[in-house]
């Protein structure tokens, strides 16, 4: 049966047939004097308010007096404290645990000395119930009085009952209220009653353009004490700080009696996650009612009870509906945090926030770098970003934000794009609909007139120092954009360049002067918000913000690193959206009263129209990153247009697309020059070396990346168990750092989707999880959840599809394990735990795994054998070898091994014959001695010529890289910058 909505003459009725039952004969013709009410359990915050006029304080202590706040109060609640009034104390306990939908259960006690009064001892329960789709709810109580919690002569019990109204969702919410209506009793030969309290009060919360930082609230209420009693009269004020700092006052006094000091009250609360602690104080009058002081302890316990995605989204959909658009945007964040997946959830929140922030409030909104990227890498269900969601994304907070600024920031192109991507981007602009685009270097390069004149729309794009424009190329410096009487004037600077081998020359100089002489000109002192988008790196972008304390917003348009919270410089705002159209960014805006708002349309520029000057602080700002989920229903528009050139357009994945190097004939090593191993690659075609650290020391296994040019490593001392994980841009040679706080053990490329998988450990430790990311570190992901087992040896499938690693528990033996890269199975044991087992690598067809084993090896020795994964049989190809590491040719018939017992030598080993030789024969003459052993053999093609890359390891420790030419069998040293210290892992 449907609850019926509550109307003012229905409240009224319930009020007044409360009241009415409250005066009722059965009261009146009671014997002996009224017990008086019990004051507590009443939290110190109510206390520091005034009893009168409080309203609860949304925690378990409302479970008494205000039981209707317990339904609302989010998850469990407990509070804990004591109170002292005159000789008499007690020490109290309240917890309200969330049941059902919108439902609560508290339980209170309290425990005072067998005085009177108060009451010695109480306990009792509350149920609540709210209906949010109704704006009310109800609680009900039952206490229970005795003079010892086992047994006794007095007993008495007691009902409460409460009703709130929410007409104004956020600003203005009451209650009706009786409890302490006690059940008659006789106790020690006489009858005595309960004194009941009944009343009503009202918490009205004003909007005073700072509620990001300040919040107040001020209440009022009435109270009568038995019906014999007077009328108690109240009002009280809070002032909150961040939502962490509070400080309360309020006063009570009887109608019609003199004013008293004894009515006045204050208290104090602080709060900080999940935890609070509330002081209050009332003062007493000399002769009569002594002072009291409380304290007490608060913590809420989401844990205790979560609901899940679909019953917080049904909350949020009811108070949306009746109109109270900060609860709904509050359910619908949490049905979100529940289940990230959740778009009705997203599009809820956005409508809610849009609602609760429309009057006054602006949306910039905004991207970041796109890297041309069309579609999420890499195309899976997981991944974020995809123009045609981004498109839709932005669609549906200029939806939910009336009053709002999109802006684009262009790198949709790069300078190696082709006709047809400039025509796909104008078509992508043109279905897209921003009201400005500030284009890259990109852009640039392609010639703005044709990304101008392909498009529809005619949106505008301006370059503020693209110093070769004319009226032909349609760029322009500036622009002053209007939405609903608000403006915004939006600078453009493009300070990167492009590559030096492009062969594009660009004049894109600019002065601090110039800038500023615009941002001071009349059509930008006439606007509401001073912008500027900067295509730059970090240190460009900070030092222009330093240098032009004239603007309001920077969007930084080129960085991968995404800023939730804008940084600032000075009073200048800076933005970041991150890379690769994965999230979308909203800068909510909320103006004080010194601005002049022009006419709607168009803003004009004359000097009447200018503003007062400009304060400090003129807005309010909170900035919201949006991600671009997978299940967001694209844009068809744009999805259209990227089904019909997505095929012929070949989108560029890396982030610089000119490497400084090849990929083929690159070599990473390690070298000592006298400070610790550092990471290094050789390079066969310019015979060359480059660091991929500078100053980074304590370095072990580089790795290269086949596609994407990049290079890893990890660093650290190994003693500190701490590793770092380094990935190098080898176009760019910077790195990033992934894994600081922890201790990563190894790392190894997919040959085909540019993933780089890892293990990563607590720091101290070597028990780790296996973990992958993308190229550019910016999302990682568990494939492999750590456990008591150590791992080792990671290696990756030519196909990319199957990850092979060792693991072993303290005590065992070392196993292989196989699992899909996708983390979608189970890793499978490929080993029998008969022996130690390591250094498993796949063919190149993925048929087989070589592995080392000492299942036969004497002493421990290990010996070559492979796994037919197809027959599930295991074969042994060298017999007591001594065997050390590993590597297939490039086809599934041959491998090579390093393996003796003193100097190592590489070996050839034929798969399908068994037939063992001796690949490298030194040149030397008859009789002399060999001084060097053979170590990491790596196969590599080189000018489709194959080579061995391995590390020669002379007798007195000395190591250098070689390589050797199998065809014309020549054995040869890789360039070198010195007579350093070198070798391959």
Known sequence: MPIPKITAKTAAICISAMIAALASPPFAGAGGRPLRALSLPVSAASLGLGEVSATGAMDASDVFRFPANTALAGGGQFIGGGSVSGDTSASYFAAALPIFSSGALGLFAQSAPAAEPPVPNVFGFSF???????????????????????????????????????????????????????????????????????????NYRPDIGLADFLGVSVGAGVRKTTWEGPIEAGVSAECGAWGMLFARLGYENAVNAPLRVSGLSAGLGVAYANFGVDAGYRLGAAGGTPAVWSVDAKAQIEGL???????????????????????????AERALVADSTRWDAGALFLRSDSEVRRAGSVALIYGGNSRGTVIPYPPSADALGGLSRYAALVAELREANPVNFTVDVGNLLSVENDKLKVEFAASYYDAAGFDVIAPGIGELAMNPARLTAEQKRKTPVIVTNFNDNDAATGVKSSVLLTSDGYSLYLLNVVTDAAPKNSKIKLNLEYSIAGLKSLLNGKIAAGADLRAVV??????????????????????????????????????????????????AGCLYLKFFDNRKIPAKGKAKSGAKNVRRPRTKTRFTAENKLFPVHQEIEPDSAVENVTRLVGAAVVVDRSENPNALVPVQ?????????????QAFLKVAQSKGEYPLGDDIFYCRQPVLSSVGNRAAFIYGKPDSKNGKLRMVDLGLMTGRTLSSNNNVLEAAFSPVDGFLYYIEADRGRENGAIRKTKMYMNDEFTVLGKTAATRSDLSVSPDGATLLFCSKLNGGRWEIYAIDTSAAATPTQLTDGKADCKRPRLSPDGRYVAYLSNLTGFGGQMDLWIYDRSAA????????????????????????????????????????????????????????????????????RYMDRPKIVYTREYVGGKRLVYWYDIWDKKDEKMYAAGEWDEWTE
Do not use: C
């Open 305 to 331: 009870k979560k609901r899940g995605a679909g019953e917080n989204l049904a909350l949020a959909r009811g108070y949306y509906d009746r109109g109270m658009f900060a609860k709904s945007r509050l359910y």
């Open 128 to 202: 609540a119930k709210y209906y949010p789709e109704y704006g009310y709810g109800f609680g009900v109580s039952a206490s229970f009085y005795n003079d010892d919690f086992w047994g006794g002569e007095e007993l008495y019990g007691a009902l409460g009952a409460d009703l709130r109204f929410d007409p104004i969702d956020g600003v203005l919410f009451g209650h009706a209220y009786f409890h302490s209506a006690g059940m008659l009793a006789r106790a020690n030969g006489f009858r005595r009653r309960i004194a009941e309290r009944y009343g009503f009060a009202a």
């Open 665 to 677: 004939g690159v070599i990473p090593h390690l070298s000592d020059r006298g400070a610790g191993p």
């Open 534 to 583: 900067i295509h730059g790196t970090r240190q460009e972008v900070t030092r222009l913000a330093e240098a032009l304390p004239e603007l309001d917003v920077v969007i930084a348009a080129n960085l991968a690193e995404r800023f939730d919270t804008p940084q600032r410089v000075g009073n200048t705002l800076i933005l970041s959206a991150g890379a690769e159209n994965k999230f």
């Open 873 to 940: 049989k295991h074969r042994q190809l060298t017999f007591n070898a001594n065997a050390q590491d590993i590597s297939w040719g490039d086809d599934p018939e041959t491998i090579y091994l390093s393996a003796g017992a003193n100097l190592r030598t590489i070996f050839q080993v034929d798969v399908w014959q068994g037939a063992v030789t001796e690949l490298i024969e030194p040149a030397r003459s008859v009789g002399a001695i060999k001084t060097w052993g053979e170590n990491t053999p790596r196969f590599i």
